[in-house]
């Protein structure tokens, strides 16, 4: 575990990756970096290598060559059940459906963030809180399975922010909701993440919602990959 | 949370559970009752017994005599005379002997003909006496100088008394024949109950005790009966044993058969080993089909299931955590399935145990959870941890591989 840089949520230092040893890299990224408390949204074409970047960042992977440096801490120097503790202290994830488990209530979904944390209780107050603010008070005990997607997706936000984590990650977060709850959902999500004081980083191909966000990334622009084999058709106009 | 985890998962399926617990209490069902059948037949039948040194009866395998004589199962292939019975008992070295005369009935329950001796000498269980609440019989044994008379008392074994609620002083007539009903009633001599004895958990408590003398009046001979069925010798020495078995067993005025309780018992089980082992195995390969049908329907599962790991893994589940709770359901589905079957087996011996007493000769006891019986249960369980190994494993490979969009 080294400390790069304590003012960025995110630096990435020469990273080659490829899901299987022998392949061809499918991300190779040269130097990338989010400062802490920053807004970013990442886009790029499918199979731009944008999960796997999430992948890589939230250490259920680890890059073949290269760091991966979250909120001080090297991804690398970790374990593998070292960076399953991190992840679950220091990120929030939230992905584009099917976040919950079903058969918990809400207020069990949101609690479950803080089971693998390893830090001792005190977390129902603000998992209550976190309930109340996101207007999800009234459904608190009713069962994942039996919301509307939009109220998943609320309960998603609230668990992700239950340990206040420096850094929340959303993989396509609004794919699932229509307009009006897309733009209520990046609303909700960057209030409360501003309240908590952490870095989101929200990938998505829809570019309609870049304007939420201090910062707007193309892959393609970091991922030497794609520069190389000269990919920069877009997935969506 | 894990144990809400655990059990929100499984009622999550509970159509899917509810079937494969039911196979799992059908299991424990036929293992545990096996298992609990026998070691309770092995225990009823060894306290049968205590303190007998010979029994002798008509020359036949020892086991048969064993089994008519002291567990009034099956019937004996001859009787003895009465004055063989007299030559041995009055032998040099033997301290007591009770004869049995079999071969009658009340209501389904025998009736057996023998002297007082019988419950002056008569141990069960850890060589305990019988415990007469009222008046035995008077017979020739009673006293030096009593005469060979009829009186009709009878003594009832404690669940004769209970179930057919006969109090002191009833009277009712027996019948010839071991049927629940017989066509040949001996009515023209009601017996009456003087005495009743206390519960043994042994074929005394379905026995109706009379003299021999009675039993002799109702067939219209007498003063004493012209042969017994069986008769049992308690020794001053046990040193005489063998050499006593091998003189009755070489008797020449009539072919008799002598034999050692203890060693007719062994030999019972030996031969009962063999269906035993049959029975176990049986028993065994039905709980392993249950056991292979959870991780069948684990395993089948965790497709359906790849979401719900895959946002543990993302709130930083471990791998292992993954595969404890694969287990973990895997042995609340056992466990609920043992304790249904543990206490279906009870109520099941609770209400058949006096059809068992009484059709078998064998006291069951519907108290299931005995030493004997708890390394079978630790075995289910571990059998599970074993068997859901295979879906654990398999999860935590998936886990560990899984990606944040799988």
């Given at each position: 575990?080294?400390?790069?840089s304590?003012?960025?949520?995110?630096?990435?230092?020469?990273?080659?990756?490829?899901?299987?040893?022998?392949?061809?890299?499918?991300?190779?990224?040269s130097?990338?970096?989010i400062?802490?408390?920053?807004?970013?949204?990442?886009?790029?074409?499918?199979?731009s290598?944008?999960?796997?970047?999430l992948?890589l960042?939230?250490g259920?992977?680890t890059?073949d060559?290269?760091?991966?440096?979250?909120?001080g801490?090297e991804?690398?120097?970790?374990?593998?059940?070292?960076r399953?503790?991190?992840?679950?202290?220091?990120?929030?994830?939230?992905?584009q459906?099917?976040?919950?488990?079903?058969?918990?209530?809400?207020?069990?979904?949101?609690?479950?963030?803080?089971?693998?944390t390893?830090?001792?209780?005190g977390?129902?107050?603000?998992?209550?809180?976190?309930?109340?603010?996101?207007?999800?008070n009234?459904?608190r005990?009713?069962?994942a399975c039996?919301?509307?997607?939009?109220?998943?997706?609320?309960?998603?936000?609230?668990?992700?922010?239950?340990?206040?984590?420096?850094?929340?990650?959303?993989d396509?977060?609004?794919?699932?909701?229509?307009?009006?709850a897309?733009?209520?959902?990046?609303?909700?999500?960057l209030?409360?993440?501003a309240?908590?004081?952490?870095?989101?980083?929200?990938?998505?191909?829809?570019?309609?919602l870049?304007?939420?966000f201090?910062?707007?990334?193309?892959?393609?622009?970091?991922?030497?990959v794609l520069v190389?084999?000269?990919?920069?058709?877009?997935?969506?106009? | 949370?894990f144990?809400k985890?655990t059990?929100g998962?499984?009622?999550a399926?509970?159509?899917?559970?509810?079937?494969?617990?039911l196979?799992?209490?059908?299991?424990?069902l036929?293992?545990?009752?096996?298992e609990?059948?026998r070691?309770?037949?092995?225990?009823?039948?060894?306290?049968?017994v205590?303190?007998v040194?010979?029994?002798?009866?008509?020359?036949?395998g020892?086991?048969n005599?064993l089994?008519?004589?002291?567990f009034r199962?099956g019937?004996?292939?001859?009787?003895?005379?009465?004055?063989?019975?007299q030559?041995?008992?009055?032998?040099?070295?033997?301290?007591?002997?009770?004869?049995?005369?079999?071969?009658?009935?009340?209501?389904?329950?025998?009736?057996?003909?023998?002297?007082?001796?019988?419950?002056?000498?008569?141990?069960?269980?850890?060589?305990q006496?019988?415990?007469l609440?009222?008046?035995?019989?008077?017979?020739?044994r009673?006293a030096?100088?009593?005469?060979?008379?009829?009186?009709f008392?009878?003594?009832?074994?404690?669940?004769?008394?209970?179930r057919?609620?006969?109090?002191?002083?009833?009277?009712?007539t027996v019948?010839?024949?071991?049927?629940?009903t017989?066509?040949?009633?001996?009515?023209?001599h009601?017996?009456t109950?003087?005495?009743?004895l206390?519960?043994?958990?042994?074929p005394?408590?379905?026995?109706?005790h009379?003299?021999?003398e009675?039993?002799?009046?109702?067939?219209?001979?007498?003063?004493?009966?012209?042969?017994?069925?069986?008769?049992?010798l308690?020794?001053e020495?046990?040193?005489?044993?063998?050499?006593?078995?091998?003189e009755?067993?070489?008797?020449?005025?009539?072919?008799?058969?002598?034999?050692?309780p203890?060693?007719?018992?062994?030999?019972?089980?030996?031969?009962?080993?063999?269906?035993?082992?049959?029975?176990?195995?049986?028993?065994?390969?039905?709980?392993?089909?249950?056991l292979?049908?959870?991780?069948?329907?684990?395993?089948?599962?965790?497709?359906?299931?790849?979401?719900?790991?895959?946002?543990?893994r993302?709130?930083?589940?471990?791998p292992?955590?993954?595969?404890?709770?694969?287990?973990?359901?895997?042995?609340?589905?056992?466990?609920?399935?043992?304790?249904?079957g543990?206490?279906?087996?009870?109520?099941?011996?609770?209400?058949t145990?006096?059809?068992?007493?009484?059709?078998?000769?064998?006291?069951?006891s519907?108290?299931?959870?005995?030493?004997?019986?708890?390394?079978?249960?630790?075995?289910?369980?571990?059998?599970t941890?074993?068997l859901?190994?295979?879906?654990?494993?398999?999860?935590?490979?998936?886990?560990?591989?899984?990606k944040?969009?799988?």
């Amino acid at each position: 575990m080294t400390s790069s840089s304590s003012t960025h949520a995110i630096s990435i230092r020469d990273l080659h990756f490829a899901w299987r040893t022998g392949d061809a890299d499918l991300l190779q990224i040269s130097q990338w970096q989010i400062r802490a408390g920053e807004r970013v949204f990442l886009h790029g074409p499918s199979g731009s290598g944008k999960s796997t970047l999430l992948n890589l960042i939230c250490g259920i992977a680890t890059p073949d060559k290269g760091s991966v440096t979250i909120a001080g801490t090297e991804l690398g120097g970790l374990s593998g059940s070292q960076r399953d503790r991190f992840r679950a202290r220091s990120i929030g994830v939230i992905f584009q459906q099917f976040n919950l488990i079903p058969y918990l209530s809400v207020l069990d979904n949101v609690r479950l963030a803080a089971t693998f944390t390893g830090l001792p209780g005190g977390t129902d107050q603000r998992a209550a809180g976190l309930i109340e603010q996101l207007g999800l008070n009234s459904a608190r005990h009713t069962k994942a399975c039996h919301l509307s997607v939009g109220q998943q997706q609320r309960v998603a936000i609230a668990r992700a922010l239950l340990n206040s984590p420096p850094l929340i990650i959303a993989d396509e977060p609004t794919s699932a909701l229509d307009a009006a709850a897309r733009d209520a959902f990046i609303s909700t999500l960057l209030d409360c993440s501003a309240q908590a004081g952490s870095t989101v980083l929200v990938v998505s191909h829809d570019h309609s919602l870049a304007t939420h966000f201090d910062n707007t990334v193309d892959l393609r622009a970091l991922n030497r990959v794609l520069v190389s084999r000269g990919r920069v058709t877009d997935d969506v106009p | 949370m894990f144990l809400k985890l655990t059990l929100g998962s499984l009622a999550a399926r509970r159509l899917t559970i509810f079937l494969t617990v039911l196979s799992v209490l059908v299991s424990t069902l036929v293992v545990l009752g096996v298992e609990h059948i026998r070691l309770e037949a092995r225990n009823s039948f060894s306290k049968t017994v205590s303190g007998v040194d010979l029994i002798v009866g008509a020359r036949t395998g020892q086991i048969n005599l064993l089994l008519y004589s002291v567990f009034r199962i099956g019937n004996a292939t001859n009787n003895i005379s009465w004055q063989s019975y007299q030559d041995i008992s009055k032998r040099p070295g033997i301290a007591w002997s009770i004869p049995m005369a079999l071969g009658d009935s009340h209501r389904g329950y025998r009736v057996m003909g023998s002297t007082s001796d019988y419950f002056r000498h008569f141990r069960y269980g850890n060589n305990q006496p019988l415990e007469l609440n009222g008046d035995a019989f008077t017979d020739f044994r009673s006293a030096p100088d009593t005469q060979p008379l009829p009186d009709f008392a009878a003594v009832l074994g404690a669940e004769v008394a209970a179930r057919l609620g006969y109090p002191h002083g009833h009277e009712f007539t027996v019948a010839h024949g071991l049927g629940a009903t017989s066509f040949s009633v001996h009515d023209q001599h009601p017996f009456t109950v003087t005495g009743i004895l206390a519960p043994t958990g042994t074929p005394v408590d379905q026995t109706i005790h009379i003299s021999l003398e009675s039993l002799e009046a109702l067939h219209q001979a007498g003063p004493m009966p012209a042969s017994v069925t069986a008769f049992l010798l308690g020794l001053e020495s046990r040193l005489q044993t063998f050499n006593l078995q091998r003189e009755i067993n070489n008797y020449s005025q009539e072919p008799l058969l002598a034999i050692l309780p203890g060693v007719a018992l062994s030999e019972l089980w030996q031969l009962m080993s063999v269906a035993e082992l049959t029975l176990s195995l049986i028993s065994g390969l039905v709980m392993v089909s249950a056991l292979l049908g959870i991780a069948t329907m684990l395993l089948s599962t965790l497709q359906q299931r790849q979401r719900e790991i895959a946002v543990l893994r993302a709130l930083g589940a471990r791998p292992l955590f993954i595969f404890l709770l694969i287990q973990a359901e895997a042995l609340v589905m056992t466990a609920t399935g043992m304790l249904a079957g543990i206490a279906a087996l009870m109520a099941g011996l609770t209400l058949t145990a006096d059809m068992i007493s009484q059709q078998f000769g064998i006291f069951v006891s519907a108290q299931v959870l005995q030493t004997g019986t708890l390394p079978y249960l630790a075995a289910i369980l571990l059998l599970t941890v074993v068997l859901a190994t295979i879906p654990a494993a398999r999860a935590y490979r998936q886990s560990s591989a899984m990606k944040l969009n799988d």
